[in-house]
């Protein structure tokens, strides 16, 4: 099939760009790629696209390689593009990995070893980020024989379950440390290397919607695909003594329960005591039941009666693949989900998801209690009337701690980490809570005000409950399908509440050529020769407005700023500078400016004085009339153009007072992002080191069946990096660094600054 991309390596320097390596992908759409080869001349130069980068580049073609999708993705498992090159050119190996799929038997490096497995998960680790439109592929390895317990997972990535298996007995691992297990000519019907199944086992397998039993006779190879050959209990009519062949993979070693497959259920397996019925689960609740492999986990997404049953039957989703359909049964379609992920079971038989409910009881002393006597309209126990921000005063006593904050579950903590610096000690945003909205949305925006934003200012904390509820209530208002479990953006998240659901007013209008743009948050990007290495984040804002020609049309509330980036992965700089106050008053459109020189009203700027490096490498360059013509005398600024600033009428002819008052936000919470985990750092003071830390999931409790640890610490230690010179901190080694000072420094995803004057307006 052809796709719409067309993907390229860099296998030589290209002109202008010397400093670029050598065995980076990068990609064109294959349209674009048409129409610069036909309009060319005998010089081709695509404007490609670098994973990770947002910024297209003139590339002579004859510099670059092309590869398919395929190799792309094996490629970009590769942590550096030297790899990436070196393996690109030893084509028999990228060429072997593209033939290698799950079932197949291999050896795999992992610690110096070579180790023996079979391979379960071919496939992305984590999605394509920002506009990137593939991401690596890398293979999950069941580690077999001898060397189980060699490996390093479960078959887990980040708490998202991709294959099963033992503990410490999977791999993840890019193509160059796989390699096939040489066939020794076996014969027609010999095993395949697996321990799964063999002759004798009993089994249990899965065809049309149903989970069946029988005893293995044979297991063979057909093609590139394992077929087990089953002597079956019962056939689909009824009939006892017949023989089926099913794919390995639709093959579960042991008996199911009836319970898991939807049939008869055994009333001895079932306890139907009033005490064990949970009468208040509903469609959407987090459940849990008993599986032949275990506790299984998942929603509600259907409750009814099914053909020929009388039972009220539940339909869950699953978070792993332990179910028998994608929603149907015996071909009726009753609700949509992941294929394997839908298992229907007597509603008496699910009970609520057991880790957060031993969550909450396990702390629930640690945890101020609701006074259930006041007027809750029908929410027990939750505090209805607005909580204020935690204040200074109160953040060691509420926030500081384990399980404090937002508790993290299923790839949650890009959610965590946002409503948490949102609302934990600011009321900039709480606007959005009270707003009148359509009667559609009004159950998000009362889960988020009632369920999450009330507890974490009245207790320090939020069960993973409640944000999971928020995930499944957008998904069922149709805006993703993954939102309950996979990795998403905070400012995907954050653009979804703000303008699809509570319809606020854009934070960020924008002015551009007389036009004005509106926004929720403002990604910033810097032209290829900006000159700057430790940059504060006022400059980077400056550089950015600078380099676009923008201007703010008016003083936001609130300002989201995204910092550049090449994806998550690629950090454009080693660290950042915090700027605790972001003067905003030069980045206006309109309003009375000062000029930089003498202090008197500025009339005209010149945007080309920007980098001269006999000016601050902060601030826009304006001038009154008399200061520029002074500062363009010099013959290197003769030619500079310099444009009139919008001055109101009230100000001509006047001079301004050297104590005009400048527009300032001020800095209130940074998301940091590492290794595709968020976590968010919290300005709670006026000090330097009135810093918070708070990590969504810093522990764990029990591995499939646990659950997250989320932690609140202070962390004065940023203060002193806050007071560094500039050079000094340049010189400071990451690793080494004191605390998480490191993770705000380096790590920076987005920065929230908030205005405590504009806010009262908004």
């Not at 960020?508 to 403002?522: H, I």
């Not at 004191?738 to 920065?751: E, H, I, P, S, T």
């Amino acid at each position: 099939m052809e796709t719409q991309y067309l993907y390229f390596i860099l296998t030589e320097s290209p002109e202008y760009y010397r400093h670029m390596n050598l065995g980076r992908i990068c990609h064109i759409r294959r349209f674009k790629y048409n129409s610069e080869i036909t309009n060319s001349g005998s010089t081709i130069k695509l404007p490609v696209f670098f994973i990770g980068s947002s910024l297209d580049y003139k590339i002579n073609m004859s510099c670059l390689k092309e590869l398919s999708q395929e190799e792309a993705q094996l490629l970009l498992a590769l942590p550096e593009d030297h790899d990436r090159l070196k393996w690109f050119k030893e084509r028999d190996a990228l060429q072997r990995a593209l033939t290698l799929s799950e079932g197949n038997a291999v050896t795999v490096e992992e610690g110096g070893e070579t180790l023996r497995g079979i391979i379960r998960y071919v496939g992305h680790l984590t999605p394509p980020k920002y506009e990137d439109p593939i991401s690596g592929v890398f293979f999950g390895i069941e580690l077999q024989g001898e060397d189980k317990g060699k490996g390093n997972t479960n078959g887990s990535y980040r708490t998202k379950q991709l294959f099963t298996c033992e503990k410490y007995s999977g791999v993840f691992a890019s193509f160059n440390r796989v390699r096939p297990v040489a066939p020794t000519s076996p014969p027609p019907s010999s095993q395949p290397e697996t321990d799964e199944v063999a002759p004798g086992d009993r089994v249990t397998y899965f065809v049309e919607d149903h989970f069946r039993h029988g005893m293995v006779v044979d297991v063979q190879k057909k093609g590139r695909e394992h077929v087990v050959r089953i002597s079956t209990d019962t056939d689909e009519n009824g009939k006892t003594g017949g023989e089926i062949e099913v794919p390995l993979q639709a093959i579960a070693k042991g008996e199911l329960p009836a319970e898991a497959e939807g049939m008869d259920v055994d009333t001895a397996q079932v306890e139907t005591n009033t005490d064990d019925i949970y009468t208040n689960l509903t469609v959407d609740s987090v459940v849990e039941v008993t599986l032949a492999t275990g506790n299984g986990y998942g929603i509600i997404r259907w409750i009814g009666t099914l053909p020929d049953r009388q039972e009220i039957m539940a339909g869950l989703e699953l978070e792993e693949e332990y179910g028998v359909s994608d929603g149907t049964f015996k071909g009726q379609r009753f609700f949509s989900c992941p294929q394997r992920r839908a298992l229907f079971v007597k509603l008496i038989s699910c009970r609520p998801d057991s880790r957060f409910q031993s969550l909450a009881s396990n702390y629930s002393e640690m945890m101020p209690k609701y006074d259930n006597t006041e007027k809750d309209n029908g929410h027990n126990g939750v505090m209805l009337d607005p909580v204020p921000p935690i204040t200074e005063d109160q953040v060691k006593q509420l926030l500081i701690g384990r399980m404090k904050g937002i508790q993290g579950h299923c790839n949650s903590c890009y959610m965590d980490a946002a409503l948490f610096s949102l609302f934990s000690c600011s009321s900039v945003l709480d606007s959005m809570l009270f707003k009148s909205t359509n009667p559609q949305d009004a159950p998000i925006q009362k889960t988020l005000l009632h369920d999450i934003v009330n507890p974490l200012r009245s207790k320090g904390f939020v069960e993973g409950q409640h944000i999971m509820k928020l995930r499944q209530q957008l998904q069922n208002q149709g805006y993703s399908r993954s939102f309950t479990t996979d990795e998403k953006d905070p400012e995907e998240f954050l653009n979804v509440i703000m303008h699809h659901i509570l319809a606020l007013d854009p934070l960020l209008k924008l002015s551009a050529g007389g036009k004005v743009q509106e926004s929720y948050c403002y990604q910033i990007f810097l032209d290829q020769n900006h000159s700057l290495v430790l940059p504060t984040v006022q400059q980077l804002i400056e550089h950015s407005f600078h380099s676009a020609g923008l201007k703010l049309a008016e003083v936001p509330s609130c300002l989201m700023l995204q910092m550049p980036r090449f994806g998550k992965k690629f950090k454009m700089f080693d660290k950042i500078i915090p700027s605790l106050e972001l003067d905003v008053t030069d980045l206006l459109s309109e309003g009375p400016q000062q000029c930089m020189i003498c202090g008197n009203l500025a009339q005209v700027e010149c945007t080309e004085c920007f980098k001269d490096p006999a000016f601050s490498q902060t601030g826009f360059k304006i001038f009154c009339n008399t200061c520029a013509a002074q500062v363009h005398s010099h013959p290197h600024r003769r030619s500079h153009e310099l444009v009139n600033l919008d001055i109101p009428k009230g100000y001509l002819g006047h001079g301004v007072p050297h104590t005009l008052t400048r527009d300032k936000l001020e800095l209130f919470a940074v998301l940091c992002i590492e290794t595709s985990h968020y976590v968010s750092f919290i300005k709670y003071g006026p000090n330097n080191q009135d810093w918070i830390f708070f990590d969504s999931m810093a522990d764990r409790q029990g591995e499939r069946d646990g659950f997250n640890i989320p932690e609140v610490h202070a962390c004065p230690e940023v203060g002193m990096y806050l007071e560094m010179p500039p050079a000094e901190l340049a010189n400071q080694v990451p690793r080494d660094m004191k605390g998480v000072a490191k993770r705000l420094f380096c790590d920076a995803y987005m920065y929230l600054y908030q205005s405590t004057s504009m806010c009262l307006y908004r």
